[in-house]
């Protein structure tokens, strides 16, 4: 047994005796699917072979796959398959280890006392950076809430000085834990791959202690190739840092960042002619603090932006009291996708549907108690791509939902509404409110649902 | 030949309606009331003392009502197992009766008395009386497995005929024909056991809000239905303020402990509808409370680990953080947030709180703020709600927490907000949390933003006298928004910048009509056909943007398509849609205008089928449930070793979503849309 294959069956284990009931699903659903008739249309030439030939000979078959074949087979074998199969002969073993296995791998670190799921197995990680760190160009670190996972996470990081990685993604899928390292650890981890992987393309660092010094040596090394930055609630850097990013790296196409950082200085960086279109950008708008204040962006900055990118997508996350949107929608802004995680005002919504012409997505959270029926109405009007509406703790009167429906007819191919919110009024009650609206929309639509008990 | 008769009493705490006791009076000799319970493990198991409670006082206004009946309730202690083979023999018994319980536990606890009677040579019947349809017809009119949102649930009710009309209360003249002698010490012998003998302290009580009993219960059904009349709204009432307090006419723990029939609550409603709006057939949504009731008793009959979330495979398997301190904090009303501190002290002193009240606590301590498990939710609830059920308790846990049913995520009850807005001057939570009584309304949700002046005014400041808050809520549901979406996007395999898109589109609505093709377009619930019928979750290209961050989403996710990331080239698709040389970018998502141009071409399109193989997994899985246990049907009369068997031998392991295991070691993620593309196209992409 290969020494990297051992620490994959530890890892999994506990799943061994699973394994059979794995086939029978593959091959119910995955029918459509081309892996699945990949793997039936090869059993199929067995079987078939075998009914020619004899039984030998349909041994011999597979010890004479290609080797591109074989890798191509392996590609799509979860990594434990791929292991048993490993073990099968010589050549399958060497296909086991072939770098383009393991260009992409993701590791995952927690602790028995903080999450439910279950971590890479340690030997396995030894493995890798042993045998296959090299090969690694796609690579995610999924770290739960505990502290120890993302020192783990760093140490793994601090160790990728011979691969060249393409994209890094760190991502905290419970609370935000490399936030608890210290900095300066967090950092030279971090700033390790990127002095070593000199192509790095997308960088997903939401949640973490990264800073301006090591965007810096970020930009100084990977400005020709960086595409994507994500780094939502990032506290350490400044609007200076981040600016200086778009200043370089002039192939960046997706960033996303707090409304902090947010400047009319970067948005004219993203929109000189240098720079490649923009195709996403993503703003949180987060309070700190209650009755915050919050700058504004010139108008003339987004209209830059939306010459040189024309078609470039505004998402845009509203987390605030409905007394901090002072500054918010006075101008017209090229938002397209909008959501409101707090309670909203009629009157920022009733804004929204003078400011936002190019709105596509709206999802609001909460209103108060004052039915939204001339805001919505105005948004239909005014905002002509909108197709994906979803109202939670809010009130509308029946009829003019479905006024708003009918004007925007079938282009709302999301429409997530709670029934709570819809108030029966003369022409519509409860109950026969899905027939209309279900009719102007051309498919069967209901309201939302929430359990009564 | 003399007929000896045993009923045994669990759930169905009453002589209305309960068919399974006529059976036992029919032509019987003798009959004996019974509940068994073992005092030592009453302590040790998970449910509060408001719980034990209302049970005794359920089993004392049982007792009495035999008394009236010249019988008695016979309380034996111990296990059921260890029990009636003593009984059997010390009676004579020769047939036992008890009503049929749908969930997986009590159908391997029955499975094994059912056996057990048959070695003793007494014959079992068994009646279903604790839902108002057959759980497995319904499964079975739905291909086989339990529906799995709420609307194809009511769409499939709405085809059955309606449920069993009531039974009339047994009467004395039945019970006379199989008189039976009390001895002397029957009190001695088979008392009701005090909560004390089953080792509660009660001193300091709280008077009993909620009695026990079907006496209370059929009391409180009349106050319902005046109650009804009164404010007319039969159908969709509002939720006011005072809906938030135990309520006279409430009757949910009434309906979980069977003190009332779910079948004479719905043919009262249905009689008072039809009595005031004179329209022949009601609409399924007067019945909505007994519904959810029955939908998750649908969803949870075939499946045991339906209370957790390992292993369950209609749950979505979230990465939920682990926190004992966190979870204390909320299960004690101790969150610093006076809306969620407030229906915990309400939930802990009385035992019910309003379904909107259980939505905000979930809320928070699920998907909204905390990000800790439903399980430890579920738990908590099971020890303290009154009318916690097994199947409907973890079934609202999972719908709140969004683990299951395929509903929106986006929707994140606000612990200040929405307290306000059910009640704006804050009194529910003067009532339940004195210390703040003396807060102004303006501050009452949130007193930690009160000035130093107004809390040391109202007696009460924020860090000394009541705790901080535990959470920042913006931060916290900007976070979790965030860790609901990267499930959901994996789950859907959808990576558009859409938030309402990540959530897969179940296409059961979508399915063909299984039985009575005539009813599919009157019934009140089935609008027209319409010309598609599921486009919601077309799209004509995933989006290029998170697309490149496609390995970045968590891929922990129970229904997630075991053979699908491999080759998903639409992940790459729109990567290589995306010509890098003039920078134009495909649509991003089914929300960009141009996918207006098509928004009918879902189902050929490269999300249809994807999405649409989820929904089959899930189904394919939920239908080797229904092939083992379909055979546990409700004629349990002559129920088998093997059928029983089959109940408790569904091994898990099998219905294990086996993806699991594929997610945790091939990693899809073609992480980098714009490489990808230049080179190897496809292959690059996948390894």
């Known amino acids: 047994m290969s020494e990297i294959v051992a620490p994959v069956f530890a890892q999994f284990s506990f799943l061994n005796r699973m394994k059979r009931g794995v086939e029978p699903s593959e091959q119910q659903d995955g029918g459509g699917t081309s892996d699945a008739v990949k793997k039936k249309s090869l059993k199929k030439s067995q079987k078939q072979r075998r009914d020619v030939h004899p039984e030998e000979e349909g041994a011999l078959y597979w010890e004479c796959l290609p080797q591109e074949i074989l890798l191509h087979i392996f590609q799509y074998l979860p990594l434990l398959d791929r292991a048993y199969a490993s073990q099968v002969c010589r050549r399958w073993n060497q296909a086991f280890h072939m770098p383009e296995l393991w260009r992409c791998f993701e590791f995952e670190l927690n602790q028995p006392a903080s999450s439910y799921l279950k971590a890479t197995h340690p030997d396995l990680i030894k493995q890798i950076i042993k045998r296959h760190s090299n090969h690694l160009q796609y690579v995610s670190f999924k770290v739960d809430s505990s502290r120890e996972s993302a020192e783990a996470a760093c140490d793994i990081l601090s160790q990728l000085v011979n691969c060249s990685l393409k994209t890094l ?76 990013v778009a200043d370089q790296c002039h192939g960046l196409r997706e960033l996303a960042l707090n409304y902090h950082l947010l400047s009319d200085e970067l948005l004219i960086a993203l929109s000189s002619e240098k720079h490649v279109h923009l195709e996403h950008l993503r703003i949180d708008v987060v309070s700190e603090n209650p009755g915050q204040q919050f700058h504004t962006i010139k108008k003339s900055s987004w209209d830059a932006m939306v010459r040189h990118s024309p078609k470039f997508n505004l998402v845009m996350y509203f987390f605030l009291y409905e007394d901090e949107f002072g500054p918010f929608f006075r101008d017209e802004i090229p938002v397209t996708h909008l959501y409101f995680g707090r309670s909203v005002s009629k009157d920022v919504l009733g804004r929204v549907g003078l400011t936002c012409p190019r709105l596509v997505e709206l999802v609001v959270c909460a209103n108060g108690l004052r039915p939204l029926d001339e805001e919505l109405i105005r948004i239909a009007q005014r905002c002509t791509q909108l197709s994906a509406i979803g109202l939670g703790e809010c009130e509308v009167s029946c009829s003019a939902f479905v006024e708003f429906v009918k004007m925007c007819g079938d282009r709302l191919t999301q429409l997530s509404i709670m029934e709570e919110v819809l108030v029966p009024d003369h022409r519509y009650g409860l ?14 639509w209901f309201p939302d649902m929430m359990p009564t008990w | 030949m003399v007929v000896n008769s045993v009923h045994w009493f ?18 019987a000799d003798t009959v004996r009331c019974v509940y068994i319970l ?54 004579n018994v020769t047939r036992l009766t008890f009503e049929y319980d749908p969930e997986p536990y009590g159908k391997e606890r029955d499975g094994a008395i059912i056996k057990m009677a048959q070695e003793f040579g007494v014959e079992t019947l068994i009646r279903n009386s604790h839902t108002l349809y057959n759980l497995d017809r319904i499964i079975e009119m739905n291909n086989n497995n339990p529906p799995l949102t709420f609307k194809r649930f009511q769409t499939i009710v709405s085809r059955l005929e309606l449920p069993r009309r009531p039974l009339a209360p047994i009467t ?70 005072c809906s938030l307090y135990a309520s006279p006419t409430g009757l949910s723990p009434y309906l979980r402990f069977g003190c009332l029939s779910c079948h004479v609550l719905y043919y009262n409603l249905r009689e008072l509808y039809m009595k005031l709006r004179k329209r022949c057939s009601p609409p399924l949504s007067l019945f909505g409370q007994l519904l959810w009731r029955e939908f998750f008793y649908t969803a949870a009959t075939n499946n045991p680990n339906f209370d957790r979330m390992e292993g369950n495979p209609i749950c979505v ?14 299960a004690e009303g101790r969150t610093g947030f006076p809306w969620i501190d407030a229906i915990m002290t309400q939930l802990r002193q009385e035992g019910w709180i309003h379904h909107l009240a259980r939505h905000a606590v979930a809320c928070f301590l699920t998907r909204g703020d905390l990000w800790l498990s439903w399980e430890s939710g579920m738990k908590v609830f099971e020890e303290l709600l009154l009318d916690a059920d097994w199947s409907v308790n973890a079934g609202s846990w999972m719908w709140l927490s969004c683990s299951a049913f395929f509903q929106q995520f986006f929707h994140c009850y606000c612990p200040v907000g929405f307290g306000r807005r059910t009640d704006p001057t804050g009194d529910y939570i003067r009532r339940y949390i004195p210390i703040l009584k003396d807060y102004p309304n303006r501050y009452i949700y949130e007193p930690w933003n009160a000035p130093e002046s107004v809390q040391k005014a109202a007696n009460c400041v924020v860090g000394v006298d009541y705790p901080k808050p535990m959470i920042n809520h913006a931060e916290g549901s900007r976070l979790n928004i965030e860790r609901m979406k990267q499930v959901y996007q994996q789950l859907s395999h ?48 995933p989006d290029s943007s998170t697309m490149g961050m496609s390995s970045f989403t968590v891929d922990n996710t129970a229904l997630e398509e075991a053979s699908l990331p491999q080759n998903e080239p639409p992940t790459t698709i729109s990567s290589t849609s995306t010509d890098p040389m003039t920078g134009q970018p495909k649509p991003p998502s089914p ?12 189902r050929s399109n490269s999300l249809g089928p994807r999405r649409k193989s989820l929904t089959r997994k899930a189904r394919w899985n939920q239908r080797q449930r229904g092939r083992q246990n379909c055979t546990t049907a409700v004629k349990e009369d002559r129920k088998t070793d093997e059928e029983s068997r089959d109940i408790t031998g569904t091994s898990t392991i099998t219905r294990h979503v086996p993806r699991k295991l594929v997610d945790e070691t091939y990693h899809p993620a073609p992480v980098e849309n714009h490489d990808t593309q230049s080179h190897t196209p496809q292959k690059a992409a996948y390894l």
């Open chain 2, 494 to 541: 959808y990576r558009g910048l859409s938030l309402l898109a990540s959530v897969p589109t179940i296409q059961e609505e979508a399915e063909p009509p299984m039985t009575d093709e005539s009813q599919t377009s009157s019934g009140p619930d089935s609008p027209p056909k319409p010309p598609d019928v599921d486009t919601a979750g077309c799209s004509t290209a």
């Open chain 2, 172 to 241: 004395p003249q039945q019970m006379h024909k199989c008189h039976t002698n009390i001895s002397e010490n029957h009190d001695q012998l088979y008392n009701i056991p005090s909560l004390e003998e089953l080792g509660f302290r009660t001193e300091g009580l709280p008077t009993v809000v909620w009695r026990g009993g079907e006496s209370e219960a059929l009391e409180r059904l009349n106050k319902h239905l005046d109650k009804k009349v009164w404010v007319a709204s039969i159908e969709h009432p509002r939720v006011s303020t």
């Open chain 2, 10 to 27: 669990r759930k169905g705490l009453r002589l209305h309606d309960n068919p399974a006791l006529q059976e036992a009076l029919n032509g």
């Open chain 1, 431 to 444: 109950d026969d409110i899905h027939w209309e609206v279900s009719k102007h929309l051309g498919r069967v």
């Open chain 1, 169 to 244: 993604g760190l991502i905290s899928t419970a609370r935000p834990s490399f936030m608890e390292l210290p900095k300066s650890h967090f950092i030279s981890a971090l700033t390790v791959v990127f002095v070593n992987s000199k192509s790095l393309s997308s960088l997903k660092i939401d949640d973490t202690p990264v800073d301006d010094p090591s965007l810096k040596v970020l930009v100084a090394n990977n400005s020709d190739t960086l595409k994507l930055l994500k780094m939502s609630s990032c506290p350490h850097v400044s609007p200076a840092g981040i600016l200086c």
């Open chain 2, 317 to 330: 398997q979230i990465p939920w953080d682990q926190n004992p301190e966190a979870l204390a904090k909320w």
């Open chain 2, 38 to 91: 073992d005092p030592w493990f009453a302590g040790a198991a998970n449910v509060g003392i408001n719980r034990w409670r209302f049970l005794l006082e359920a089993l004392e206004d049982l007792d009495n009502s035999l008394k009236k009946l010249n019988s008695r309730l016979f309380v034996v202690r111990g296990q059921p197992t260890d029990v009636f083979p003593r009984l059997f023999k010390e009676w």
């Open chain 2, 591 to 602: 929300m960009s205008p141009s996918a207006n141009v098509a928004p009918c071409s879902g």
